[in-house]
């Protein structure tokens, strides 16, 4: 969204940069809106994740784009260029946790002699359970549950082909991990204050912030991240956006021409996006966003 929005019209269009900003928002939140609709229709957002993220996310998000006025195009340029540079290695970071997660849980499972029993990890799941409040939203990764989830359960494994996030989700690990999203929300809160200072101050929307960091502190399989992250970044946007039209930051035109072009993009890209090969997303975005950095550095060069 925003972080190839943003670089793409600063190369492109010789616009003052917090007009940049403020319009991009206009094609974010109508990528967000899309695309949550993709992901909650298979069952893949944490309501309440999103809740905490995106509320703690509306606080900072006027703040952000208040801070657009006190620097200078070349200075709003550094920022994002830094920006991105930083963000760079954040969902590689997260695959390796993913990964280090999982090693954790064969070890458990493993039974004496190292052989594994089919209920070590039913056992080891309730277990963990036990010490999770009763309003802990259990996610299985099993193809069954995630078919249930989706409304498209048949008992038997089954996941309906039209629901390509209920079928990226069905590719998860087998098992289930109970999640208490109020049990983790101060880093859930500060996340999103983040997340929200970022989308007001660069107009990117937040969601580089909050995928690869919600996928650090919870157990959340990947398609329910990204689901989680995009409905929790559409009530903050949407502030920064008002924030950023009261400031006379907004081209209305501009940004309607981008929001149709988005919205038809999310829907598309999410459903495509979830169904890519493992690792592939990551690394797209690892070597994105070290291009855009760069990219961006040299528009502030061409300024001097």
């Not at 269009?13 to 928002?25: A, D, E, H, K």
């Not at 956006?241 to 035109?253: S, Y």
């Given at each position: 969204g925003g972080v190839i929005i943003v670089p793409?019209?600063?190369?492109?269009?010789?616009?003052?940069?917090?007009?940049?900003?403020?319009?991009?928002?206009?094609a974010v939140l109508s990528t967000a809106a899309a695309s949550t609709y993709s992901f909650s229709a298979g069952g893949c957002v944490d309501p309440t994740a999103a809740a905490i993220l995106g509320g703690a996310a509306m606080l900072s998000a006027p703040l952000g784009a208040q801070l657009t006025s006190r620097l200078d195009c070349a200075g709003l340029r550094r920022?994002?260029?830094?920006?991105?540079?930083?963000?760079?290695?954040?969902?590689?970071?997260?695959?390796?946790v993913f990964k280090m997660r999982e090693w954790k849980e064969k070890e458990e499972d493993t039974g004496v002699g190292g052989l594994s029993t089919p209920s070590a990890g039913a056992d080891a799941a309730t277990?963990?359970?036990?010490?999770?409040?009763?309003?802990?939203?259990?996610?299985?990764?099993?193809?069954?549950?995630?078919?249930?989830?989706?409304?498209?359960?048949?008992?038997?494994?089954?996941?309906?082909?039209?629901?390509?996030?209920?079928?990226?989700?069905?590719k998860e690990e087998e098992g289930a991990v109970p999640f208490d999203a109020k049990a983790i929300a101060p880093q859930l809160a500060a996340i999103g204050i983040t997340a929200g200072l970022a989308s007001g101050l660069l107009g990117i929307g937040?969601?580089?912030?909050?995928?690869?960091?919600?996928?650090?502190?919870?157990?959340?399989?990947?398609?329910?991240?990204?689901?989680?992250?995009?409905l929790a970044m559409v009530p903050p946007s949407a502030v920064a956006?008002?924030?950023?039209?009261?400031?006379?930051?907004?081209?209305?035109?501009m940004g309607l021409t981008l929001a149709a072009g988005t919205a038809i993009g999310g829907l598309v890209g999410s459903g495509v996006a979830v169904q890519a090969p493992p690792g592939a997303l990551e690394t797209m975005f690892f070597?994105?966003?070290?291009?855009?950095?760069?990219?961006?550095?040299?528009?502030i060069r061409k300024m001097k």
């Open positions: 793409a019209i600063t190369s492109a269009v010789p616009i003052p940069q917090r007009i940049v900003t403020g319009t991009s928002l206009v920022v994002l260029a830094y920006f991105l540079l930083c963000a760079a290695p954040l969902v590689p970071l997260k695959v390796l277990d963990h359970g036990s010490n999770v409040k009763k309003s802990a939203t259990v996610w299985a990764s099993g193809p069954s549950a995630i078919a249930d989830r989706a409304g498209g359960g048949d008992g038997g494994g089954g996941v309906k082909t039209e629901s390509g996030v209920a079928a990226a989700a069905a937040g969601g580089t912030i909050v995928t690869p960091l919600l996928a650090l502190v919870s157990p959340l399989p990947q398609a329910a991240v990204l689901g989680t992250s995009l956006l008002l924030q950023h039209h009261r400031l006379g930051n907004v081209d209305p035109r070597f994105g966003m070290l291009f855009l950095s760069k990219k961006t550095f040299a528009t």
